[in-house]
């Protein structure tokens, strides 16, 4: 065993020890079952832990994260966990949840080949091409990242909410909020963009799936 992994292993040990004399019972209790409040879809970047920045306990949030918080809808992963959460868990809030200076949006602005990624980040493009004019009157390039991020954002919500599975529970009278928020590594704040979608008649009609 690698040093790096038995200090890892110890440092469990340590902090589970800990959480269980400060939450006596909390182990049990999780075992038993999980009954979070939030589905939280965020980036995999190692600086943005879900439960962490929302003052969390385990068993609180649901997550799924990948690169860039990306809701595609060929990607059979996020919404695999999407309906899970949805129609199993029963969360009554939806957190799309992107970050500012993201690598992922950076990289998708940039005439370069990364690999593999690409094909991933081709969304992000799409995004960049829609919102070209906004993004350019942003000012310097930094600004211009922080903008798309932001946009980014938004049409995450609007592709969780086109989803047959939250248009579905909306119109089954599921009490569900799709949020979008941006996070601050710089400062550790999360900033509200001001998207949260309640209802199938808060999204486009050429998406409805349902009457309403």
């Known amino acids: 065993m690698s040093n790096r992994i038995k200090e890892l292993l110890e440092r469990n040990q340590a902090w589970a020890e800990d959480f269980e004399q400060t939450n006596p019972g909390v182990f049990d209790s999780l075992a038993r079952q999980q009954n979070p409040d939030y589905l939280w879809i965020g980036c995999s970047d190692s600086r943005v832990p879900a439960n962490t920045i929302m003052g969390r306990q385990p068993g609180e949030v649901f997550v799924h994260r990948n690169i860039a918080n990306l809701v595609n809808h060929s990607d059979l992963s996020v919404l695999s966990v999407l309906e899970y959460a949805v129609n199993v868990l029963k969360v009554n809030d939806i957190i799309l949840c992107g970050h500012y200076g993201c690598g ?9 080949e990364h690999g593999i990624v690409d094909n991933w980040l081709r969304a992000i493009k799409d995004i960049c091409h829609k919102h070209h004019p906004s993004i350019e009157q942003a ?3 930094s600004d211009k990242l922080d903008r798309l991020c932001e946009l980014n954002v938004k049409e995450q919500v609007r592709n969780i909410c086109h989803t047959s599975i939250v248009q579905k ?3 089954e009278g599921h009490d569900l909020a799709v949020h979008g928020v941006i996070y601050g590594i710089e400062n550790g704040i999360l900033k509200d963009l001001e998207v949260t979608t309640t209802s199938i008649e808060e999204i486009e009609t050429i998406y409805h799936l349902y009457e309403s």
């Open 104 to 112: 992922g949006v950076k990289a998708a602005l940039e005439n370069k």
């Open 139 to 141: 000012g310097s390039e």
């Open 169 to 171: 529970a909306w119109m």
